[in-house]
């Protein structure tokens, strides 16, 4: 980005002193700005309010967290600055938006097919996977939603609003002294208890998957869209809910179903019914391969291999496994399993 060529002066003139006309949106903490460079790149600037002690520490802990982390599904932090109009934070323009803008928006700008939805919950997960299994510490987002997943140009996706975001130690949750979150994505455990875990991400992430299912907000004039999910499922009526602008364009909807499914089990009341955000980025990543689950599908059978391995044991086993990301075409054996398994078990788990 060539933060260094450019002087925080010319960022106010470019800008106006953050002239309300360059606002693209707003936080509760924050205000964000769009300024084009000399480059003629573009760049989002995020102010944190100084006026409470609390933002002080959302903003240190955003600059610790993000600056620190790097990965294609996060935000890249660029640059920040300890300025008199508040502290800012530089980051890459998002041509795109949000998810929430995309799927929600007033102004949307395109539609997006099945396989472009696939592709973005499963970059997603990669993100959020990275933070809880690949960081060390791990790091719990804290406020997944469909609003801090911004899209590029490509619509690839990438996680945003570090602000609250919370290293834990592998020993402990972490107890928070205030809800964090936002309502409709608050896992009811934590809601609950107050403490935190990287499976309230998990919960938070399992509603982002609603959304991109149904196209409709996790919360809206008091419908709760996960109770919607759910009360569907008594008779069977779920798939119903699928987003139009899916069923016009697809035409086999075994994946969005699973997916449904997979959305269900993230969702589950008690944490230690969830999956692990490895896993569901695993369940995710072969969705997107069908001809390689297929082709690992037939040679099971060809060996006879009517018997899996238990879910728990084929989950304790994959934690040692590398990173499914940065993991050859080749799958073995057991990864198909775990799928095949994953399968029966999300579909026996569809009532939280």
């Not at 970059?123 to 987002?141: E, F, K, N, V």
Request: aromatic fraction near 8%; charged fraction near 20%; proline fraction near 4%.
């Amino acid at each position: 980005m060539n933060m260094a060529l450019h002087v925080y002066e010319d960022i106010m003139r470019m800008t106006e002193n953050l002239n309300e006309k360059y606002i693209i949106g707003y936080g509760a903490s924050s205000t964000v700005y769009k300024c084009t460079l000399k480059n003629c790149k573009p760049v989002a600037i995020k102010r944190i309010y100084t006026q409470y002690p609390q933002n002080l520490k959302e903003f240190e802990t955003e600059l610790e967290t993000v600056g620190s982390i790097k990965h294609r599904n996060l935000v890249s932090l660029q640059a920040y600055s300890l300025s008199p109009l508040g502290n800012l934070l530089f980051y890459e323009y998002m041509e795109n938006g949000s998810l929430w803008d995309v799927l929600h928006g007033p102004f949307k700008k395109k539609k997006l097919d099945w396989e472009a939805r696939l592709r973005i919950a499963l970059g997603a997960g990669q993100g959020l996977a990275y933070l809880h299994h690949d960081c060390s510490p791990r790091i719990i987002h804290r406020d997944v939603k469909s609003s801090n997943i911004l899209l590029d140009d490509d619509f690839e996706p990438h996680l945003t609003d570090f602000g609250i975001a919370k290293s834990i130690c592998v020993s402990k949750a972490h107890t928070s002294t205030f809800v964090v979150g936002t309502i409709g994505y608050i896992d009811p455990e934590y809601a609950h208890t107050s403490r935190l875990t990287e499976k309230s991400d998990v919960y938070s992430f399992g509603i982002v998957l609603l959304e991109l299912l149904t196209g409709k907000k996790a919360v809206d004039d008091e419908s709760n869209l996960l109770q919607l999910i759910l009360s569907k499922t008594a008779n069977d009526s779920v798939m119903e809910t699928v987003d139009p602008e899916i069923t016009a364009m697809c035409t086999d909807l075994s994946a969005v179903k699973k997916v449904f499914q997979l959305a269900l089990l993230c969702c589950k009341r008690q944490p230690t019914d969830r999956p692990t955000m490895y896993e569901v980025v695993q369940v995710l990543w072969f969705l997107t391969q069908p001809h390689i689950v297929e082709e690992q599908k037939k040679q099971l059978q060809q060996n006879n291999a009517t018997e899996y391995p238990s879910y728990l044991d084929e989950c304790a086993n994959l934690k040692n496994h590398p990173n499914p990301v940065s993991r050859s075409s080749s799958l073995s054996a057991s990864d198909t399993e775990l799928f095949l398994k994953f399968g029966e078990v999300i579909s026996q788990n569809s009532q939280s």
